[in-house]
């Protein structure tokens, strides 16, 4: 039967005419004296000039991209490292403030790609509006000015990247056919300066059904390679080195669904699947090194070195990679730590940093081709990031504080606490539990926001909560994240158990901890809401409809919804790894968690704050749009707002995020008990 609500998916102007009213609505309902002070106190939070402000090394420069209350669309500039780790004198290379107001476009600064040896030009990406379609064009550092006759790409998702020559890898839209079903580039060209992109020779082309098709250089002096990846679905990639010569291509002989990188004489493999190979089984989550000549001829066994292996209860969270050996960082029971491993011998010594008990770390090659310096960051929910700076090794971390994020709230009496929920099928599910002590300790039940994810092998982990300490836990509210199956926290098999048909078992693990929060006394029913946005917006699409009596509101954001019609719509294609097939018998069990199609008429549901972008060029803004409606015609209690641009992150700036933040608070003040 057809959807009688797909017209909400056009971008017509009686789309926008319904878009409007709403949202006017939502505004001028929660316009006043209390949605201002709320708005203005975020906006001093994101707009403020004295952020941590981090920066990438490249030549004799810190690059950074900063934005401010003065500078809302943000500056690119530099400083010289010294300078960057006493008191930066910040030399602005390009402001997108004033490019917009001179170009009337609206453009958000999506990244620079500078040229090597020299540093001497760049590849700027703008997104018009924050949509993930961008536009290249080619910076001179020198004139500060954009090439008249430079490289330059019109908008379209994809990127542009230095190999060598003065030559550019595009991975782009080119014309009719060029992109893949889920709206990326399908093919990537090596196009050479004084050449038109159209005659420039393609490297790699893909099948319509694949993801994406992308290429990169490995700069390294003495190694340096150039990749092509083909995407067949969003967890295998088939990977090649590229002869830049002839275009000959040579196919990287590892798992197709492994994380893949090189370094140096070395393939490093993170593998998502179990690997079974010469009758020896690599458990999937595991670290692996092995010659990088034998990813070419073919993986031998015996010349494969376990650098990490999983346990129950610890995951692989991320790894850089020095110029004597990585650094790689854990999640154990969603509790950080790091390791360093020796290149060649790869022998692994566990690093100590000081870190608080539920803090996160971050660390990262200041110049992975010039020795073992490293950027180290910290962050917790009431502990403000901070940036170290040092050197690596198996003897340690040999690390300084640079500076620090100010304090954004009072975090006076409050705490950490991380405890433990029991899913409907048994399975143990932390989650992080942030507020006054007192409520935490179950002696004075509080508004509680519970928060989570669990999708695509994403983890929630600790970091600093700035924003939501001054909307939300100053204000007394306890704040909740949720590590559910479906997310990363616990390695691949984590993230697998929800993946399909399973899907229900991430909405049992959330359901689970939103009980144990109230048997546990921190809550109510009438006192807890969920927030969760993008793949968090499915998952709040199905607390709505599968345990509304869990929650006194819910705030869904950027969100799937209709799992009908998720494929046909802007990237959904791509996602369909870890969805399903709603065109095939997949629908039986998509069906059971597609929220649009399991709202009841005669329901009782908590009221529901929608809010999306128009520019989200990701997730369809009629995911948003039509359940909304189908909401106001059951004569449900629901209330949306449309953003006209910021994309997929559902705001452009700090005026925008103030806005949405204030309206998310203000909604959750007016709506809980």
């Known amino acids: 039967m057809m959807d009688p609500r797909i017209w909400l998916e056009d971008s017509t102007e009686t789309t926008f005419e319904w878009v409007m009213a709403r949202t006017e609505r939502t505004l001028e309902s929660y316009g006043g004296s209390g949605f201002d002070t709320a708005k203005s106190e975020l906006f001093d939070i994101l707009s403020a000039k004295d952020k941590l402000d981090l920066g990438t090394l490249r030549g004799g420069y810190i690059y950074n991209f900063h934005t401010d209350g003065d500078n809302p669309r943000g500056l690119w500039r530099r400083t010289t490292l010294e300078d960057y780790l006493s008191e930066p004198v910040w030399d602005v290379l390009l402001d997108i403030d004033a490019l917009g107001a001179a170009e009337g476009e609206s453009w958000v600064f999506g ?16 997104k018009p509006g924050g949509s993930d379609a961008n536009v290249v064009r080619e910076f001179d550092l020198e004139t500060r000015s954009f090439l008249d006759d430079g490289y330059s790409a019109p908008a379209s998702k994809g990127s542009m990247s230095w190999t060598e020559n003065d030559s550019v890898l595009a991975a782009r839209d080119f014309g009719a056919g060029s992109l893949t079903d889920s709206g990326y580039p399908r093919s990537v060209r090596l196009w050479k300066r004084g050449t038109s992109i159209a005659d420039a020779p393609t490297i790699l082309e893909g099948e319509r059904e694949d993801i994406v098709v992308s290429a990169s250089h490995d700069f390294t002096p003495g190694y340096e390679r150039t990749f092509a990846a083909r995407a067949t679905d969003f967890r295998n990639t088939i990977l090649y080195e590229v002869d830049e010569e002839t275009l000959e291509l040579t196919e990287i002989l590892l798992p197709h669904s492994a994380g893949v990188g090189m370094v140096k004489d070395w393939a490093i493999l993170e593998l998502r699947y179990d690997w079974h190979l010469d009758g020896t089984t690599f458990a999937a989550g595991s670290l692996l090194a092995l010659p990088y000549a034998d990813a070419l001829t073919g993986p031998v066994a015996d010349r494969v070195v376990t650098i990490f292996a999983p346990t129950p209860h610890a995951s692989l969270a991320g790894l850089t990679e020095l110029q004597s050996g990585i650094v790689f960082t854990t999640l154990d ?11 060649d011998t790869w022998e692994v010594t566990e690093l100590h940093p000081d870190l608080g008990e539920f803090d996160s770390i971050g660390v990262s090659a200041v110049d992975r081709e010039r020795g073992d310096d490293v950027w180290v960051t910290t962050t917790g929910f009431l502990t403000s990031t901070t940036l170290l700076y040092g050197s690596a090794s198996k003897d340690g971390l040999d690390i300084a504080q640079v500076r620090s994020t100010p304090e954004r709230f009072d975090a006076s009496g409050m705490v950490v606490r991380q405890r433990w929920a029991v899913s409907a099928d048994g399975t143990r599910v932390p989650y992080f539990l942030v507020g006054a002590r007192e409520a935490i300790d179950g002696g004075a039940p509080a508004r509680c926001l519970l928060d989570g994810y669990g999708g695509f092998e994403i983890s929630r982990t600790p970091g600093y909560a700035g924003t939501y300490g001054k909307g939300w836990l100053e204000k007394g509210g306890v704040y909740a994240v949720a590590n559910i199956r479906g997310g990363g926290e616990f390695g ?34 009438d006192r807890l809401a969920a927030i969760g946005g993008s793949n968090g917006g499915l998952l709040m699409g199905n607390m709505y409809t599968t345990y509304p009596e869990l929650f006194g509101a819910i705030v869904c954001r950027v969100p799937l919804l209709d799992m009908k019609r998720f494929s046909h719509l802007l990237a959904g294609a791509s996602w369909m790894d870890e969805y399903g097939n709603p065109d095939t018998d997949d629908w039986e069990f998509l069906q059971a968690y597609s929220p649009y199609h399991n709202v009841s008429a005669g329901g009782s549901y908590p009221p529901i704050l929608v809010m999306t972008s128009t520019k989200d060029d990701r997730v369809h803004p009629g995911h948003a749009r039509k359940f909304v409606a189908l909401l106001e015609e059951c004569g449900h209690d629901v209330e949306y707002y449309e953003n006209t641009e910021g ?20 909604f959750l003040e007016r709506r809980l008990a």
Request: aromatic share 8%; net charge positive; no cysteine.
């Open 111 to 126: 990244g620079a790609n500078l040229r090597r040896p020299n540093f001497d030009r760049a590849l700027i990406t703008l």
């Open 333 to 343: 029971n969603v509790r950080s730590r790091v390791y360093f491993a020796a290149i």
């Open 492 to 525: 691949p098999s984590w993230h697998q158990a929800a993946l399909k048909e399973g899907r229900h078992r991430a909405y049992a693990d959330f359901a689970a901890v939103a009980a144990d929060l109230v048997a546990t006394g921190v809550t109510t029913v």
């Open 647 to 666: 994309g997929h992150a559902g705001a452009a700036d700090a005026e925008q995020s103030a806005l949405s933040l204030a309206l998310i608070f203000q």
